[in-house]
């Protein structure tokens, strides 16, 4: 079993996985995505979840990135720091035996403390296969959406926001949740939303208003969903572009998030370019297994 | 049976329920709490639970207050608007039979809605009482903290922001669960959650900063539950005094929450006086029965 012959890069996340087998050349050439993410498989179990996806995609060498590296996961691999490229990332995989790789985490720890996992594969694959600059501002929607400095083709800085974890446990959890059942969508009540999280005058009530709204007659349950996923977008896009002035944002992700990432930052006067992480993700594992041979 | 003779007040909500046997002088003679908040209660058994706290207390009128009079109740009490004090309530009584009533809950729709249901009754009795003056800015903390404005004796304005709820989603269903076992309480960590939090700089983001700082070994656990209980009461204390110059803000509610809010309202310069909220629901469902005769 050799890394040139071929392998399979693991998106493995808190709550689904994604396998791609790289062919020799460095395409993809089989797939497959399913719910077996690390808080699924017990301590112990990692390793027939691993026979599985060999079972499944052949049996080749493996590298594995995202939350499977965190102390939730299987091996834990220590976080790099900022500033962080494909060289450092492939410094500081954890082998497993010859034949399993796993892809550290970044984090910065200065007068701010922030971490990622997952992303940074991602990142640098965009940087190296040229599908975005060597310097840029990238959001990455997702349960935590990171909002990523890259410089010289490195990750120099980021900030997370909890925005994607908050509407989830709000729609699931909240006396909010009767009016979040539908689906966000771009249109006047996401970008009312959008505006008044942009304005930082209160996220926190501005929640509750939607439910008094609702009660009042003043909100129908239809728009409930666009309206607080655009209060929670509009103070993300508030965070992520800070003190900055006007600029490019590329929008990195899945397309439903990215879709309404690029509107809300339309609403901040901001242009962004949307790109799928998935192809980034594909180049990222394959330019840190090339620092292998 | 007769008002006159004496009654039994309730402030039931979402979760508990308190009621008060009340004498024919005023004066509060037995009482009990129980988790029997209407969530509890299914619809159609309300009238046992009613009878129940008759078993308890005695043969006598009742006046419900809260959340029992809500959608989700036993009987919905339309919302009464603002400027709303003693007399508003008295008139917005819903009446079942001769010898129960169901306090409204107030509402707010100019430019911004908002509705309470319950903190209502302390209001008016806290100033019918003379425990607050008639015009003044109170913070209620609780599920929803709401900031009243009291102008000549009635609730003039209010604005309600989700702290409690939204910390006790965060301590019981996200990524920051195991941080938030503790107890919240004053001290550094608090502070300067509060510090972060009235500089509006980005809750959703402060609030994943705080479990990357526990990864890097940057907070300890103990100290979890003060840095974000401080970072949502300062958030919520920069929402309440919005504009407003310096000023003298009343904290009625569970001594536990408002020394929380008091030790925040003084990190942002502003003074505060706590009272507990009991003695006034006593004494707002006194204010409105004596209008019934």
């Known amino acids: 079993m050799s890394w040139a012959d071929g392998f399979i890069a693991v998106d493995w996340g808190t709550t689904n996985r994604r396998a791609y087998l790289m062919d020799s050349g460095g395409k993809c050439s089989a797939e497959f995505d399913d719910g077996r993410g690390i808080l699924s498989i017990a301590r112990g179990e990692f390793e027939p979840a691993i026979d599985e996806i060999r ?3 052949g049996n080749r060498p493996l590298l594995l990135a995202g939350m499977v590296g965190s102390n939730r996961g299987w091996v834990e691999a220590p976080y790099v720091p900022c500033p962080a490229g494909v060289e ?4 500081g995989l954890v082998r497993i035996g010859d034949h399993v790789v796993i892809v550290p985490g970044v984090s910065l720890s200065n007068h701010r403390c922030d971490v990622m996992r997952g992303e940074e594969v991602q990142l640098v694959g965009a940087v190296a296969s040229g599908e975005i600059p060597a310097d840029c501002l990238v959001c ?3 349960t935590h959406n990171k909002w990523v400095e890259v410089s010289g083709g490195r990750i120099a800085t980021f ?3 909890m925005t994607g974890e908050l509407f989830s446990m709000l729609k699931h959890r909240s006396i909010l949740s009767d009016l979040l059942a539908g689906r966000a969508k771009d249109g006047d009540s996401f970008r009312e939303g959008v505006r008044k999280g942009l304005s930082g005058d209160g996220l926190t009530a501005e929640l509750f208003e ?4 609702f009660l009042l007659g003043r909100l129908g349950r239809a728009d409930g969903a666009s309206l607080v996923s ?3 977008i509009g103070e993300d896009v508030r965070i992520g572009l800070g003190t900055r002035g006007a600029l490019r944002v ?3 992700g899945r397309p439903q998030l990215t879709a309404l990432y690029s509107a809300a930052l339309k609403v901040a006067g901001v242009e962004s370019e949307q790109k799928d992480g998935e192809g980034a993700f594909i180049a990222g594992a394959r330019n840190i297994v090339e620092r292998l041979q």
């Not at 450092?88 to 410094?91: P, Q, S, T, V």
């Open 55 to 57: 079972e499944r995609l």
């Open 88 to 91: 450092e990332l492939a410094r």
């Open 140 to 142: 990455h929607p997702g």
């Open 159 to 161: 900030r997370t926001v």
């Open 210 to 213: 939607t439910r008094a709204r």
């Open 230 to 232: 655009g209060l929670l």
């Open 250 to 252: 590329i929008v990195m």
